[in-house]
Structure formats: C-alpha cells, structure tokens
C-alpha cells in the first residue's frame, strides 16, 4: 500500500515524511523524526504521556493519525524550551521536585503550558481538572500541582513588569 | 572512627551540613523536563527490528502443540520463539534480595511450557522488520490449546476441589507434608509469646475478616528494552528495570548463558515500584536477537502489562485482637491468605512479618498461605505484603477504639513499639521513630480539625523494614577537581541528587562540581537492585565511604606536595590545610589544584568501595485521612491528607516529601478503586488505564507532609529507607475515615461506589 505524503511543522520547522494509513502522529514522531520526548504509555489517550500541541490546542499525539498532522503546526516537549532557555514551567518543575521517574513529565509541561496559555491565573481546582487527563505515578500531584500554580504566577509577575 | 561517628552523630543534632537536608535541583532534572532523558523505549540502533508476544487468551490450558511454519514463512519475519527454545530449568529455590528466587518460575512466566496458567501469558515471540508484519505473523501461529477448569479467587483455590495449576506442587511448610498436589503452594507460621493465654487474659476481642483486591502497580512505562547479540556470542540489553545486574543474572539462568556474556545498561526507568525487579521481556529480546542477528526493540502494550506484569497479591486476612479495657494489647492473632498468581511466591509471609510491628503485643501469632491461581505471577509491590495485613489490623485497631471509646491515636500511643520491643520475627528494635510519628500526628492542626456531616477522618500507621545489602560506589576525581560519583543502582525517584549530596557533603565541594553517573554492568561492580528503601541507605553508605576514601588519598597528595607527614593535613572545605605547628601559615591546597597536579603525586585519584550494608533502619509512618462520603452514590471524596513518617535523615527533603505522597495517593487508588476484574472464564476486563482507573490530579487534594527525624545510627548521616513505609497506613487511613463517615465498618476493598451504597442502603434497609 502506498505512503501518504504528510507535510507539516513540528516546532516550528517544516517537516516532510511518509506514513503509512494507520500510523499515530506519535509513531511518527518517535519513530520518524526521533522526537521521542513524547511518551507512550497507554496508546489509548487515557495517560497524556504523549501530550503535544496541534495549532495551540492540546492532543494525545496516540490519539491523532499522522496523515492528520498535515498542514498544522505541532508542538512537542522539544520545542517547549527557546533553545537551552527552559520555560518557566519546566524550570518550576525542577525548582519544586515536581518529578520522580520523569516518565509521564513531558506530558505534564506540554498540559500546563496549554492551561497557561490559555487562563494565566488559575486556581487550584482548575489546574486539577485541567491535568486530570495526565497520569502520574510517583508523586500523588501534590508538587506537579505547585509548580503549575508558582509557574503561573512567576509568569504573570513577569508579564506585568517584563 | 568511632570519633568520627561521633563527629557525625554531633553534625546531624546541629544540622552543620553544607548540603545535607537542603533541596537543589536534581543533576538529571533538566533532560528530564525537555524530553531529552533516554526511557526504555527510546532507544533506535541501526538495524533494529521489533519484537512482539503472542499471549493465552485462555486462564488455563494445556498447549497440545504450537505451528509457527506460516507465521516464520511471512516475508520480513526475522525469528520465531516458543517455550521449547529455551532451557529447562531445575525446580530449586535460591536466594533473593528480600525473598527467595525459583529461576524455573521465572523462567516459565517469560515464556510457557507445557500449559497456559492466565490470561496473558506468553507463547510466542517474534521479531520482524516492522510492527505490521510482526502483528501478522502473531496471527498466523496456530497454538492448539486444550482449554482446562480455572481458579482466579484465593478462597476458591485453596478448596479441595480446586483445578490444580503445578501437578507437582506439594506444599511447603506443613507437617507431615501433604500426599496430594494442590494450590497451596506454602505455609508459614511467626509466633511469640503464648496466643491461647493472651486471649484468655484480654478483657475485649475485635475478629474479623477483610479482603484486598490485586492491584497494579501503575508504573507509566510500560516494559520495554532492546537487545543486541554479536557473532560470538556476546549480548547488550538496554532496558529499564530496577536492576541492570538483576537483569544480568535473570538473562543468563533464563538463557543458560554466561554472566560474563551479558551486559547490561540501564535506561532510565519509567516508575517500577517494585514490579520491574523481574524480566519479562529481556529474555525474548535476547533470543529473538540471538536468531536474527538484529537488535530487537520490544515494548509492551498497556493492555500486556496490566494482563502480563506483575501485580500484588489479592488478599483474605482475618485478624483477632485482644485488650484490657484500659486499651493495651493483650494477644493478636492473623491469618494471611494471599494470591501468589501462577506461580508460588506472594508476599504472604512479609506480611505476616509486618502486620503487628508497629505495636506492643506480648501474645501474637501470624500464619500465612502462599496460594497459586490462574493470574498473572505477581511481583513485589512497594512494601511487598505489609499493607493488606496492615490494613486488617489497623482497622480492628480501629474499632477495638470506637468500641472502648478511646481516641485511636492514643490507643496506637498506648501500645506503640520502641526501642527494645521484640518483633514477630525475632529481633528486638533499636532506635525507631514510630511513637515520634504519633506525637506528630496529635500535634498537626489537622488532627483537631474540625468535620461536616457525611465526614469522617482515619488514622493508620504502618512498618516496612528496609533493607541494606550490596552496593558499589566510584568516586573519580576529574583533573580540573571536578568529581565523578559512579554507582550501580538505576534513578527511580531523584536517588542521583542524594547521591551527589552525600560525595559533596564528604568532600566539602561544591554541589554543581560533582556528576552522578548510573554505571552499566561493565562499569561498576555488582549491586544489588533498586529496592527494598535501599539505594540512599546503602549505596548512599558506599559513596560516603568511597568519597572518604578519596578524601584521605588527596590528604597524601597534599603531604606529598607539602613534603610533610600525613598526619598533619586535614581535609576542610574542600581543601587540605596543614597543621603543622611551624608550617601551619601554608595556603590551603584546593581540590582542583591537587586533582592539577595528581600526574606528580601518584596518577589518577579514585576511590572504590563495594560494601554489603548492614543496619538498615526500621520505618514507621502515621496517616491521617478525613473523607466525605455521598449517601447517594456512594462516592467517596478525599477532603484532607496528611502523611507523617520517621526518615531518619532526609537528604533531599523534597524528594522524601514526593515518596510520602506518591506511596499515599497509590494507597489511596488501592483503597478506594483499584481491583483486577475477571469474567466467568477468567479474562482481564479492565487491562487499560481507562478501566482500571488509578486515582487522577482532580480526585485529590493537596498531601500534607511531615518529616520526622529519628536519625539511624547505622548510616553515616542516618539515613533510613523511606520509599515503602508511605503505602502501608493509607488502605485503613482511607477506611477508616470512610467507617467513620457512613457509620458502618467497611471491611473490603476497594470501597467502590457500588460496594459502598450497597453497604449504606443495606444498613439503612436493616434499620
């Protein structure tokens, strides 16, 4: 059977590939384009390991087919930090211990980033339910949590006095 | 040295440390949080193929024969396995970590033999040059099965009757040994003091049974590695797991091939707690590898690692404990039946071990089956046993208080264990923080807050032993003075940051100068596994001592340099500084510039140590838990949550802080949802996240902390394990509060909306 052509942006560069019918944006970010921050933890969009944005909007990568990628623009955990700048959520999670394993926390900056973007001040509740489609193992949400409310502030504070 | 201790012990009751107890960033966070942290699943080699597992739809059948000619016709298939590729094994039991390893087992769990013993147990491997084509050719194997009766509860597996998984298992521990095979595969009996005369003497008896369903240990990354095979014979494995040597040693039984052979690297490890202390998959990879001259990347589905991964045992505990009305224990009594899966080896008898621990109870007893049935081989699970046994005494701890109308704190207070009390296993504690969790507790605000209608809140406390064992450690001094810290033992929670502490805290450098590294088999001797609480204890006691080593070879560089005596060169702040009366004015000599000029004084400064550590310290912790129940649904709402343990020393107080509340919100899943679910012919029907449903960001609240610090005088800075401890109170911290909110004692989990509106409607129907 014959290749789709799938012409698309991933973090803001153009990107050209073949895929086959069935295969995931996810299988062809890790397995095509080696962008293998995106984690499969379920192949089922029950985990949110995979987590990217698609024209700003938040999608299980597991849960889109590739020849669906075509002509949007994709953001992946790679493309979070400018360049070795982190984010000001990612250096929140580290700052907060808001990792144990690591696994599922690319996932996690990619969800909050798309909350952030979207409702710069949230209250707890909001941030809860916002994430509640990411799993996380180790650490009971507490300090994922905290960093998102801390980051989101800090970024606020930094909007206002730049 | 024993000043030195004493140096030590005086540092931790002065909190002198530089870096001990304070909260950087971890040295691995930052490609952790880009992507760039290299998981099982991450790896790409040239040439690699994929490999994929055909699995038992059945729960229990014989194989009459297996036909894999059309799947191994199929173009781009590379390599086909079944059971009969490798070797047999003999039926012998040998020594584990923390319990005893049947590599026979382990090696029919990989792969099946002469029957299928569940839902999900491997047949069938292949590899092929795309995940298509080996979906293909999984389809083409014709296995002919002759489908047998099966058994998935322990109850029923333990009936006479029951269909018999092992026709050769004769259980252990029972005298006279039994004629006749059964499920049963073991018993084993822990006892103190006379039972019979504790009861005689108590004044009050609380008896009852509880039951735990089998629970997932929910690890988001899924099992996965790849493996490589030379012409001559030698293997690469690159995978997760919570041991590269484990991972070693496994292998070779599994593949009767030489340690020597094999060589591991750890990938980073997606979660484990407790589940990837075995192999599944690594053997297959291995073979499929060895017949197609590829590396072979495998990764399981998450439908394969709930059907085929190891969860913990089901439980049926029944628990009898006596008091004096004044509340203190006179005689406790449990009965352990816990299900081992297909093959023998539950956790029953750790938790028979652990159950009463945390008390004072001159008369006890604790008997405890070990029961096969047609379910997944189950693995350990963070404090392997202690919660389901846990969880029956803490509640009838529970009630013993409502029924003496006593606040169950002080009751737990009244009867806490401490230095000197004799535990159900043999030795007596040394120096332990449980009583110190209960003051705590009694001192938090939420203890004395106040609760709504509908609201309840639990207590619970827990034990878990921790263990020591065997560690390696490097520590390689850079030329600029830079330090690398080499240990065997894979990250699973932020171990790099303590380790990387402890070397800087040594010596006296800067944190950002020294480099954890994660060594693979070759480039670091043996360690025993990640496990057990005992990487910060253990390895953490080898990086001391191979950073202390290191600290008295730059104290010789320095005299060498000084051309003075030994004796009279301290090592402070990172520096040697010379004592000598006459010369005392010298300018101190930094790291740097002796690792500078470490060609002139003897070569390459490192130090090695290899230790088996003893002196584990024992854990408690104490929960507390305030819930609302909805009398309509029978929904459970967790309002508040606090978890209090002794930590001994916390090294990283953030990351001891994220073991508390990642071991209660598990606690809290098992509790509240958590269960396998098996139809009438003993299928899986919830193997996904969505059905499964471990708890998610919005069921919780924020999980309060607090750190006690009882430091164990074992470990140089008195670290004790922390890991395990945090999942044992919250099964009867959870219950307990649910008890106490609907008014009804609540004695299976998971306490299920359905499950618990059947309770309430029932009573309510009872009037």
């Known amino acids: ?29 890790r397995d095509e384009l080696g962008l293998t921050g995106s984690k499969e933890g379920c192949g089922s969009g029950d985990c949110g390991a995979c987590s990217v944005l698609m024209d700003g909007r938040l999608v299980c990568a597991c849960l889109v087919l590739a020849v669906e990628a075509t002509g949007h623009e994709i953001t992946t955990i790679e493309g979070i930090a400018e360049g070795n700048t982190l984010h000001p959520i990612q250096q929140q999670f580290l700052e907060d211990a808001a990792l144990q394993c690591g696994i599922c926390t690319p996932g996690f900056v990619v969800a909050a980033k798309a909350l952030l973007d979207r409702n710069p001040d949230p209250t707890e509740t909001e941030v809860r339910f916002w994430l509640a489609g990411n799993l996380c193992r180790c650490t009971g949400y507490d300090k994922i949590v ?15 006095h730049g | 040295m024993g000043n030195e201790k004493e140096a030590l012990k005086a540092g931790i009751e002065q909190g002198t440390y530089k870096w001990v107890g304070t909260r950087p960033i971890r040295p691995d966070g930052a490609d952790k949080v880009t992507g760039r942290a290299a998981f099982g699943a991450d790896l790409d080699l040239p040439g690699m193929v994929t490999g994929t597992v055909l699995r038992s739809p059945h729960a229990h059948a014989r194989i009459r024969s297996i036909d894999t000619s059309a799947a191994r ?14 070797p047999e094994l003999p039926n012998e039991v040998a020594a584990g970590g923390e319990a005893p390893i049947n590599f026979r087992h382990i090696s029919e769990n990989v792969i099946a033999r002469a029957k299928v013993l ?13 995940a298509e084509i080996a979906a293909e050719a999984l389809s083409r194997i014709k296995v002919d099965y002759e489908v047998l009766p099966h058994v998935i509860d322990v109850l029923d597996a333990m009936r006479e009757d029951a269909p018999v998984l092992h026709e050769g298992l004769i259980t252990n521990g029972v005298e006279p040994a039994p004629t006749k095979a059964s499920n049963i595969a073991g018993r084993v009996e822990f006892a103190m003091g006379d039972v019979a005369q504790g009861f005689a003497e108590a004044e009050i008896i609380i008896e009852r049974s509880y039951t735990t369903a089998a629970v997932h240990q929910g690890y988001i990354e899924p099992h996965a590695c790849v493996a490589s095979v030379t012409a001559d014979g030698a293997a690469t494995i690159w995978c997760s797991s919570q041991g590269q040597f484990m991972v070693r040693e496994f292998c070779s039984k599994v593949l009767s091939m030489d340690i020597g052979n094999i060589r591991v690297t750890p990938a980073e490890i997606g979660g484990g707690f407790g589940g990837k202390t075995t192999v599944y998959l690594e053997p297959l990879a291995v073979a499929l590898a060895q017949r197609s001259g590829r590396p072979v990347h495998m990764v399981m589905t998450r439908s394969e690692v709930f059907r085929a991964s190891g969860p913990t045992s089901g439980t049926h505990v029944h628990i009898k404990l006596g008091a004096k009305r004044d509340g203190s224990f006179v005689a406790g009594e449990m009965e352990l039946k816990y299900q081992a899966g297909a093959f023998p080896g539950s956790p029953a008898f750790l938790g028979g071990m652990t159950g009463f621990s945390c008390y004072e109870i001159p008369h006890a007893k604790a008997v405890c089956w070990d029961v096969v049935s047609n379910r997944p081989k189950c693995a350990a699970y ?15 701890i529970d009630e013993l208080a409502q029924q003496l109308n006593m606040d169950p704190l002080e009751l737990r207070l009244k009867n806490a264990a401490k230095t ?76 790099r940051a303590s380790m990387a502490i402890m070397a800087a805290e040594v010596l006296g450098m800067d944190l950002d100068q020294v480099k954890p590294v994660i060594g693979d088999t070759g480039q670091i001797a043996y360690s025993f596994l990640t496990g057990g609480s005992r990487v910060t204890f253990a390895t953490g006691m080898a990086v001391v001592q191979a950073a202390e080593n290191v600290v008295e070879q730059l104290r010789q560089r320095a005299a060498k340099l000084w051309k003075i005596d030994v004796e009279h060169v301290i090592w402070r702040d990172g520096a040697a500084h010379c004592t000598k009366a006459d010369e005392a004015a010298r300018a101190p000599l930094s790291l740097a510039e002796i690792a500078h000029q470490a060609g002139r004084t003897g070569g390459p400064i490192s130090g090695g140590v290899s230790i088996n550590a003893a002196g584990a310290g024992p854990g408690f912790g104490t929960h507390i838990c305030d819930v609302e129940v909805d009398p309509e649904t029978g929904g459970v709402k967790v309002l508040r949550y606090t978890a209090i343990q002794d930590v001994g020393r916390a090294i990283h107080p953030s990351y001891v802080e994220g073991q508390l509340q990642g071991g ?9 949802n958590e269960e396998y679910v098996y139809d009438a012919k003993g299928r899986l029907q919830n193997a996904g996240f969505l059905d499964y449903r471990m708890p998610v960001c919005s069921d919780l609240p924020m999980i309060d902390t607090v750190l006690v610090e009882v430091p164990n005088p074992a470990h140089p800075y008195g670290v004790r394990g922390v890991g395990e401890v945090p999942i044992v109170p919250p099964l009867a911290a959870v219950a307990n509060a649910v008890s106490r909110a609907a008014g009804l004692r609540m004695t299976d989990l998971p306490l299920s909306p359905p499950r618990l509106l059947a309770a309430i409607d029932g009573a309510k129907a009872a009037g």
Not at chain 2, 73 to 86: E, I, K
Not at chain 2, 118 to 130: K, Q, R, W
Not at chain 2, 452 to 464: E, L, V
Not at chain 2, 664 to 672: F, H, S, T, Y
């Open chain 1, 1 to 29: 059977m014959a290749k789709h052509h799938v012409t698309t942006t991933v973090n803001r560069q153009p990107v050209e590939l073949l895929c086959d019918t069935s295969e995931t944006l996810l299988d062809v970010l």
């Open chain 1, 146 to 160: 905290r960093a998102v409310l801390t980051a989101a502030a800090k970024m606020r504070e930094e909007a206002v």
């Open chain 2, 73 to 86: 016709a199929l173009p781009g298939v590379l390599a086909v396995v079944t059971g009969a590729d490798f």
């Open chain 2, 118 to 130: 569940y839902d999900g147990h491997a047949v069938a491997a292949v590899a092929a040059t795309s």
């Open chain 2, 382 to 396: 963070r404090a392997p046993g202690a919660p389901m046994a846990s969880f029956g005494v803490e509640s009838a």
């Open chain 2, 420 to 495: 000197g009390t004799r535990t159900i296993y043999g030795p007596k504690f040394l120096e332990i923080g449980y009583a110190e969790t209960l003051q705590a507790a009694k001192a938090h605000p939420h203890w004395s807050a106040p609760l709504g209608p509908n609201q309840g809140r639990g207590i619970a406390s827990g034990f878990w032993f921790n263990i020591g064992g065997q560690s390696s450690a490097a520590v390689h001094v850079n030329e600029n003075g830079s330090v690398s810290v080499v240990t065997g033992n894979p990250d699973i929670g932020g171990s």
């Open chain 2, 664 to 672: 209660a919100v598990q606690g809290i899943g098992w509790a509240l």
